[in-house]
């Protein structure tokens, strides 16, 4: 009944779809979604033809990954630009939802069962300016479908200014000691999955796991929509 009064549509386009929040079939195929081989550890792409199995990348493969695994649903390019800053600035919460469901697929080869599904943390000062973490609106998905409740506030950050382009040393640089976490308790021993919006450099997920790691944490896994892939 709601349907046939508001029937569905596609969240980019606004043409119609079958089912609520999804995706229309040709914004669909916009996104270079990682769906071929890739690093088992990390989920970083490899080329289409390459396919030897359980393979780690250079960076995996030298020990220098700080989480278990993470995946990315898709690759950052002008598509997922186009969709990931209104989401983030533009109050496009709408997105939330295809995001999300993206981002459990990716999730689709590894086994895990989290015990809490994590938001990388906004600064107060941002949480205020923004109104909504964007991250926290990715997890609630995601902790409803692993049944893993979603923490928000065991790990405080605190506010930098961004500083525009960086290098990845720099980046790694600008981050450490940003979080701390508030509730030791609620995160040792526990198997935690970090959500986020896009990845860059990884930075933050390594310092988010090394702080968490520290506390206590067992296992910290990651999810992002999209992340850079470096095309040289
Ligand atoms: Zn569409
Ligand atoms: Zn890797």
Redesign the pocket.
């Known amino acids: 009944m709601i349907d046939f009064l508001f029937p569905p549509t ?1 969240p ?4 119609s ?1 079958d089912l609520c929040g999804a ?2 079939d ?2 669909w195929g916009y996104f270079d979604w990682i769906d071929g081989p890739h690093c088992k550890c990390c989920g970083y792409p490899f080329p289409d033809d390459y396919d030897i199995g359980d393979a780690l990348c250079p960076v995996c493969a030298a020990g220098k990954n700080e989480l278990e695994c993470m995946r990315a649903a898709c690759v950052y390019d002008d598509m997922s630009r186009s969709v990931m800053l209104p989401f983030k600035h533009g109050g496009r919460i709408k997105y939330a939802h295809f995001m999300s469901h993206a981002m459990i697929w990716a999730l689709r080869d590894i086994d895990i069962a989290p015990d809490l599904v994590m938001p990388v943390p906004l600064a107060n000062r941002r949480l205020f300016h923004r109104g909504y973490n964007q991250a926290t609106l990715l997890s609630r998905e995601i902790s409803r479908v692993y049944g893993a409740p979603i923490d928000f506030n065991s790990v405080r950050r605190k506010y930098r200014p961004n500083m525009g382009h960086k290098t990845h040393a720099q980046r790694f640089e600008h981050i450490r000691g940003v979080f701390n976490v508030a509730h030791p308790e609620r995160v040792r021993g526990k198997k935690i999955l970090l959500v986020d919006d896009v990845m860059t450099s990884g930075a933050t997920f390594a310092e988010l796991s090394r702080v968490l790691r520290r506390a206590g944490a067992a296992e910290i896994y990651g999810v992002v929509f999209c992340r850079v892939v470096r095309t040289n």
């Open positions: 596609c980019i386009c606004g043409g779809v995706l229309c040709d914004c």
